[in-house]
């Protein structure tokens, strides 16, 4: 299989095609618009659906559609349309229905800037809409993975009904790298819950978050909630980088991570004793290996492109045994490599 | 030999409506036409937020219940994912005409190929009788305790007008079910508006005028007069618009 | 032979049947409260019915079945 070079919104794109997804819901907004423009021209040749809609809201809305009738279906959007597409999520949820949704993160709030940002990190990982729900967040961190991860994102919304998000960033989507799309042979599950008409052979199926007895909310709460733990236990993806003799332990994700790599290399290069944990899913959070890893280390450092928004998970995880310190730029700034080294030498100093 | 029985795409779950609210004549004309289509094996049904939000629970074919107004956006999921299946959606005036306007004009401008079952009576029902955007002038609700007052609150949208204006919908017609005769005309059109789906004519609303007894403070007999002198003058019932008279002047 | 039957349980005891009926042949019961604690219609005579099925086109609840 040889790679190609593409965008990372167009790998988003392909890879839905990939994994089966033949319906695209969206509304223009920057910096991902590139998937859209990928699915109007894609989808009519294959037999699918792209259709512009006429907003977030309601395109996400197409999206609880397609999702009760069980078929694979996607949106994509950016920040502020990430916002407006809450109602719907929070009902794909507690309708308990399988979908994707891609965040391509600009900066906020309000209206913010086009410029990339992890600033939606409380959004999609604490919630986001209404109610107690959670939902499976990939956060790619090359091309490569905004393919792999829309992919497996497809397989795991599938498996436990219910809606994941893949949370990119600006700089994700632009940027062009060599990417191998895999020869997927997408293998539907039995949906018998799906709404594609009774055919006069069953019972009439229902696609509802309705339900007015509170005993009976708050037991389906509880049974999703018994999902959720099965999900913590088996979903949750990270990779460990030079963490084996790490005094020092970098927590970083998507862009920010490609960041944190190259000054812990170079970290590394001054004798400074630094690794590097990624979370690939950042619900579920890599609470084990975090709390397992502030036993081994004299200090954590939180690199993000917001205010600092996962660092408050990465002291939960590591329960506060050690200090936790914050590198950030924020508004669509990016952090250097040179600042993020200068960070870590500093938490040397603070945490000895 | 049966003149009359409950349509087979009704469950027998006995509906929720205050005694004399004709969402229930609404309901089993609905599923008379699919019924006499034959299609309710291949029918999916989205219900709105409002009175009607347990429809749900009526209608026998499979259902979806949707969120505040994006019943529309819901039903364009189902039928660009099954264009073979029939789709329709079940809405009232606040649901459709309010927080759903966006929904209902796309729909009906990409004339999407969908029924739309339109309730309108002039009040939300569900939360207790407040203003809605077809509250006629001077009608008093919960939220306009002084009648509705143009100068503030505005004036009702007549949504079958408005959407006609539109060049893409196919079938816009406004009945009422106050009376026999008015049953009957709307069972008319909303079979109609269920067949041009079934040939693929695109899309079709039927604003059905209907009471809320309730929420009025009428008694059922009273609220189908109130609809005959107060609604009915304000929403003249008819056709209007019908792409199948262009269709035959080509 | 018409024959008109109240499937009393379900009925609301809205009278819009009553109205409907052209031959004013359907009342409210004075002497029966049915499960939900309205007063059911009935047919008082039901040799007049002439099966023009009014009173269940008006009818929300699906109460009324018309034969003949």
Known sequence: MSKVLMKGNEAIAEAAIKAGCRHYFGYPITPQTEIAAYMAKRMPKIGGTFLQAESEISAINMVYGVAGAGFRVMTSSSSPGVSLKQEGISYIAGADLPALIVNVQRGGPGLGGIQPSQSDYFQATKGGGHGDYRLIVYAPASVQEMADYTIKAFDTADKYRMPVMLLADGTMGQMMEPVELPETTVQEIEKPWAVRGTQNKRKHNIINSLYLNPEELERTNIERFEKYKVIEENECLYEEFMMDDAEYCVVAFGIASRISKNAVIEARKQGVKVGLIRPITLWPFPNKVLKQTADKVKGFLSVELSMGQMIEDVRLATECKKPVKLCSRTGGMIPSPEQVLESIINLTKEAK | MYVFKKPNSLTDKPLHYCPGCTHGIIHRLVAEALDELGVEGKTIGVAPVGCAVMAYDYFACDMVEAAHGRAPAVATGLKRAMPDNVIFTYQGDGDLASIGMAETVHAATRNENITIIFVNNAIYGMTGGQMAPTSLPGQVTQTSPYGRDPKTQGLPIKVSEMLSTLDAPYYIERVAVNNVKNVKNAKKAILKAFRNQVEGKGFSLIEVVSTCPTNWGLTPQKALQWVDEKMIPYYPLGVYKDRSADEKGE | ?68
């Open chain 3, 1 to 68: 032979m018409a024959k008109v039957t109240f499937n009393s349980d379900l009925c609301k005891g809205c009278s819009l049947c009553v109205e409907a009926c052209p031959k004013k042949i359907i009342v409210l019961a004075k002497d029966k409260i049915n499960a939900k604690g309205h007063s059911p219609a009935e047919i008082t005579d039901q040799e007049k019915c002439i099966a023009c099925a009014f009173c269940a086109t008006m009818c929300p609840d699906c109460v009324i079945t018309v034969e003949k």
